[in-house]
């Protein structure tokens, strides 16, 4: 049973979306897919109780899920209508991959640790979503997919890597937090000419985002 949802969890998952709203970070759309994604099941079993806190817990491969409050945020910025193409880096759990999936998009993500890779697949395709998964460097993006209306980027990246900002088609979004042990959230936009609007938003703590294992 453990890897169920219950009354318990949307009890305690719609505790933590009034919470998250009244943070202001996210409007209605965003924080009704977080209500409906579980997001203890993206977590070891020993988590599950805690999972509707605002915190970041471990996941495999050293490395954490997001806060509630970082993927409400995040989501937010990407200014998403259903149907568009999103690029994540970082899948690392799948739960942001599942509030972005839950929103109606066509979701890409690249993962670089196997392990992670494996379990979010495998827990994307049980929750019902579908999403192009890859296993591989986020720094190249996937050009063959390419371009993206929004990429969104769940790792502390060291600079912005060129290829993603080549892959967003002009008008599209690109949400990133820039910076080595601590970051900036960037909200890049792609003019029609092909230049970048740059706006720098506030302080974000995640896991870097680390070159290609091979
Ligand atoms: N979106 C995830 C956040 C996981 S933490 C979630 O909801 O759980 C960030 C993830 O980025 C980690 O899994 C890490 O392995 C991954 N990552 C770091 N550098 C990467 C790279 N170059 N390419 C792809 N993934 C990367």
Redesign the pocket.
């Known amino acids: 049973m453990q890897n169920e949802d219950s009354p318990y969890y949307q009890g305690q998952r719609a505790m933590m979306c009034s919470a998250l709203k009244s943070k202001g970070l996210a409007g209605d759309t965003v924080l009704e897919a977080m209500n409906t994604i579980p997001r203890h099941l ?1 977590l070891e079993s020993s988590f599950h109780q805690h999972a509707y806190q605002d915190k970041a817990f471990p ?1 495999a ?1 050293d ?4 806060h509630p409050s970082t ?1 409400a945020w995040q989501s937010e910025l990407l200014k998403l209508s259903s149907g568009m193409k999103v690029l ?10 599942a509030v972005l999936c839950e929103l109606g998009v066509k979701l890409y993500s ?4 196997k392990a ?1 890779f494996d379990f979010s697949r495998k827990m994307l395709a049980a929750l019902g979503y579908r999403a192009e998964l890859k296993f591989g ?3 190249k993006g996937m050009p063959v997919f390419a371009p993206f209306d929004r990429i969104i980027v ?2 502390g990246a060291p600079f912005v890597p060129k290829a993603l900002l080549a892959q967003l088609v002009e008008g599209g979004v690109m949400i990133i937090p820039v910076g080595e042990d601590v970051q900036k959230m960037v909200q890049i936009t792609k003019q029609q000419d092909g230049s970048f609007v740059q706006k720098v938003l506030g302080d974000a703590a ?6 290609d294992r091979e």
């Open positions: 993206f996941i491969s490395q954490t899920i997001s993927v994540e880096i970082g899948t690392g759990s799948g739960y942001q991959a690249i993962e670089r640790h992670l460097d986020g720094f769940t790792c995640f896991v870097p985002m680390l070159k």
